[in-house]
């Protein structure tokens, strides 16, 4: 079964500062990487998502994830944030079931912006 | 908006009642999945449809909590004789057929159970 480590439960940064949000994965196999952003007592949003091609993944709001095989990572990163972004983000693996794919999702990591 | 839509958004019961939450999928979707989250935590796997059929059930299906999706359009999610740790917020997603595995998910519907 797949699993999702993420590795920091609470990033704190200041506005317009870089930030990197880590997350691992357990299969060495083929997957499918997906970032999603939990607002406040809402659903999931998709932020960027892996299937295949090039390890560099651009997304919404400005953010991009690397793919990375040999170290089983897909680390989310944005240049320079928001107050805007202040949200829980969820790393997710597919992981095959009857006729479709499942999401396995990490334990989120809550990113807060301060001024 | 021809998003997925769940209905109720809040639900507060007491210990022991039974309670039935409702999910419409994106119009052209045949899978629909449900997953759910507690406080702290990612979403978790609960079941997952392809128009009518229930192909797949998580063991965190016990057997208070049953799904039905009778016309392959929406589902509803029952859970009888509720209990304390079934608090939690309940997500559906639904995707087209295809292979590409993205999941469209829905507001969800926060359960509390006092």
């Known amino acids: 079964a797949q699993s999702v480590t993420q590795l920091d439960s609470q990033v704190p940064v200041f506005e317009e500062a870089p930030v990197e949000l880590r997350c691992n994965y357990s299969s060495s196999v083929s997957v499918y990487l997906f970032w999603y952003v939990q607002y406040p007592n809402q659903g999931l949003q998709l932020l960027l998502k892996?299937?295949?091609?090039?390890?560099l993944v651009k997304g919404i709001n400005g953010f991009e994830a690397e793919f990375n095989k040999s170290q089983t990572s897909f680390h989310l990163r944005k240049p320079s944030v928001h107050i805007s972004d202040t949200a829980e983000y969820f790393c997710a693996v597919s992981e095959a079931i009857q006729g479709a794919q499942k999401l396995v999702f990490g334990q989120g990591t809550r990113l807060t912006i301060n001024p | 908006d021809t998003g997925v839509s769940q209905d109720p958004r809040h639900k507060i019961t007491k210990r022991g009642q039974n309670v039935t939450f409702r999910c419409d999928p994106i119009s052209e979707h045949n899978r629909l999945y449900w997953y759910r989250q507690t406080l702290g935590q990612g979403p978790e796997f609960l079941t997952y449809?392809?128009?009518?059929?229930?192909?797949?059930k998580s063991r965190l299906l016990s057997d208070r909590f049953s799904a039905e999706r009778p016309k392959g359009s929406f589902s509803t999610l029952e859970i009888q004789r509720t209990e304390q740790g079934d608090s939690a917020m309940y997500l559906c997603a639904s995707s087209p057929e295809g292979t590409s595995p993205e999941q469209f998910f829905g507001p969800g519907t926060r359960l509390t159970v006092l």
């Open positions: 892996y299937l295949s091609g090039s390890t």
């Open positions: 449809f392809q128009n009518e059929a229930q192909l797949e």
